[in-house]
């Protein structure tokens, strides 16, 4: 009990030090998270995969407290990918009901603005529902908002605002000849899921995997990277610190 006691203290005391010298004028304004590791963590913890997947939403309100805290204004998590979809039943069904809780949550919490990203027709019906109230009950609340990636996808965002923009100009008569001209990188920025949103300054990734998989492929082409060994449910304060640490450290050129 001692050693976890003295263990907490160690803990605490350099987490405090390391936000004691963090510059806030340098923290990143959108922050986007892919939550991994939630099944690994399960397993070396001698768990279920549904625990470690509970364990992961448990951890989401730390994280946005965190946020709050240090003056994140626009945070993504990535919750539901489109190839989890492909999961069987028997895995997918308890992670939806994971999901759904973890979202009434956010929306009951009274602080965050919740937004969904991604295809809802991909997902159940009472997936949909409890994405859409909670979009709707939060709409008013100047807080962090915080995006949802459930059912989402880097190439399905992209292909959507294409088609999206499609079903515009022809709805305005525009001809393809016409279009080709005039269409630009704006035009499909205006169709992603995150119209009129800032692009994420930082990506963070937990459980040492140091890829993308499609995470906001459009919007991350200038963002950084920080890549964290640790297992989502395990993350901490100082994880999170640690990388607006090392973000406040790079000098972001933009190709200059």
Same mark, same amino acid.
């Given at each position: ?23 806030? =004028? @340098?923290?990143?304004?959108?922050i /986007?998270? !892919?939550? +991994?590791g939630? %099944?690994?963590? *399960? ?10 997947h ?11 407290g ?13 919750l ?9 039943? =028997? @895995?997918?069904?308890?992670?939806? /009901?994971? !999901?759904? +809780?973890?979202? %009434?949550d956010? *929306? ?47 190439? @399905?965002?992209?292909?959507?605002a ?16 016409e279009?080709?001209?005039i ?10 899921y995150?119209r ?22 459009w919007?991350?082409a ?20 640690r ?6 450290a ?7």
């Amino acid at each position: 009990m001692e050693s976890v006691s003295l263990r907490d203290l160690v803990y605490r005391l350099y987490a405090r030090r390391v936000e004691g010298r963090l510059d806030h =004028d @340098q923290v990143p304004k959108h922050i /986007g998270v !892919i939550l +991994d590791g939630n %099944r690994r963590w *399960a397993k070396a913890s001698a768990r279920s995969p549904e625990q470690g997947h509970q364990a992961g939403a448990s951890k989401i309100q730390e994280l946005l407290g965190w946020c709050a805290e240090t003056d994140v204004e626009v945070v993504t998590l990535w919750l539901l990918s489109t190839d989890n979809l492909d999961r069987p039943e =028997d @895995q997918l069904t308890p992670l939806l /009901g994971i !999901i759904e +809780d973890a979202v %009434r949550d956010l *929306a009951a919490d009274g602080r965050w603005r919740v937004h969904h990203v991604g295809t809802l027709d991909l997902l159940p019906g009472h997936t949909q529902a409890v994405l859409k109230e909670a979009e709707q009950a939060t709409h008013d609340i100047d807080g962090i908002l915080v995006n949802v990636a459930v059912g989402y996808g880097g190439r @399905q965002e992209i292909a959507d605002a294409v088609r999206s923009l499609l079903h515009e100009h022809a709805a305005k008569g525009t001809s393809f000849e016409e279009l080709a001209e005039i269409v630009d990188v704006e035009h499909i920025s205006e169709h992603l899921y995150t119209r009129g949103q800032p692009d994420p300054d930082l990506v963070i990734r937990t459980s040492g995997e140091q890829r993308l998989s499609g995470f906001m492929l459009w919007q991350s082409a200038h963002s950084e990277y920080y890549f964290c060994e640790v297992f989502w449910p395990a993350f901490r304060k100082v994880d999170f610190l640690r990388a607006l640490r090392d973000y406040a450290a790079r000098h972001r050129r933009y190709g200059s």
